[in-house]
């Protein structure tokens, strides 16, 4: 499938990426960036991940939008609804709506009787790097990882189905799951682990930072991760984040009880739990 115009809003990391293997693998014949620094989407425009570009300092900016096949709105989840409700109110529902947020409960839930729920299927490439801008993006992000849809059951057939296509396209696996399901599950194997490594990288001593080795700067790597992206993920998934952070916490008490009481036995026991399960993913993330 190839896109006449597909317009991206937010055009950082996961945008910049999009755009470029889209005018790479000529998968659209124009790519329209949508932003708010024109420095940022001037770069997009050098790096070739866009055509053109408009800002969002105009009310009417969604008008400009109309001919678009596809719109993908990549910015921090909090701005995911009021943009997707903004664009519909100018436009309607002839373009097919998707986004890349880390969070779907709150947004599926929020869209619910509006009418870009005919049109807006939830999408979270499971993708990504603590850096951030379009400076980092790269045409092969996606290649071979998974993207989770969350669709609505009043979603029109051809919009589910153009978000899968679109994600396919990119060199993406697609696995349709629940909204519910999406914020629980990642709440333990996203966000949790963001938590862990903010947590590990704020009570190491700035002074021992020269005596850390691999261990220590591949677990805290993702902690570099942007704090007012993840405040908002936090924000927006926090029930099912604070459940994971509470079983975490009961796992990390056996731990302490174990060492206290000196039964290694019990800690090589729980060393071999996370060995087993780590192991069971194998080097499926090797790369980053």
């Not at 926090?238 to 952070?245: D, E, K």
Request: with cysteine.
């Amino acid at each position: 499938m190839v896109w006449q115009r597909v317009s991206i809003v937010g055009v950082g990391l996961l945008g910049g990426s999009i755009g470029l293997r889209l005018k790479q693998a000529k998968l659209a014949k124009e790519v329209i960036g949508i932003g708010r620094n024109p420095e940022r989407l001037e770069a997009a425009l050098a790096k070739g991940a866009i055509d053109s570009y408009l800002l969002r300092d105009a009310d009417d900016w969604p008008q400009k939008l109309v001919g678009s096949d596809l719109i993908i709105v990549c910015t921090p989840v909090l701005e995911i609804v009021p943009v997707v409700e903004q664009i519909v109110e100018e436009i309607g529902t002839d373009a097919t709506i998707t986004d890349v947020g880390s969070t779907k409960s709150e947004i599926m839930t929020r869209l619910e009787g509006h009418a870009a729920e005919l049109c807006f299927v939830g999408s979270h490439p499971i993708a990504g790097s603590e850096k951030s801008g379009v400076g980092s993006a790269t045409a092969d992000l996606l290649e071979g990882k998974l993207v989770l849809m969350t669709s609505s059951p009043n979603n029109a057939a051809k919009h589910v189905e153009n978000v899968s296509a679109f994600w396919r396209s990119l060199g993406a696996f697609v696995q349709e799951i629940s909204a519910a399901d999406h914020d629980s599950i990642l709440a333990t194997t996203s966000h949790l682990p963001h938590v862990v490594a903010s947590i590990l990288a704020g009570v190491t001593p700035r002074n021992w930072l020269s005596m850390t080795g691999t261990g220590w700067a591949d677990s805290t790597r993702i902690a570099s991760g942007s704090p007012i992206v993840w405040r908002q993920i936090l924000e927006e998934n926090h029930g099912p984040v604070l459940h994971a952070i509470d079983n975490f916490a009961t796992i990390l008490g056996d731990w302490s009880e174990a060492l206290r009481a000196r039964d290694f036995d019990k800690i090589e026991q729980l060393l071999n739990v996370g060995k087993k399960i780590r192991d069971a993913l194998g080097n499926r993330h090797s790369s980053g």
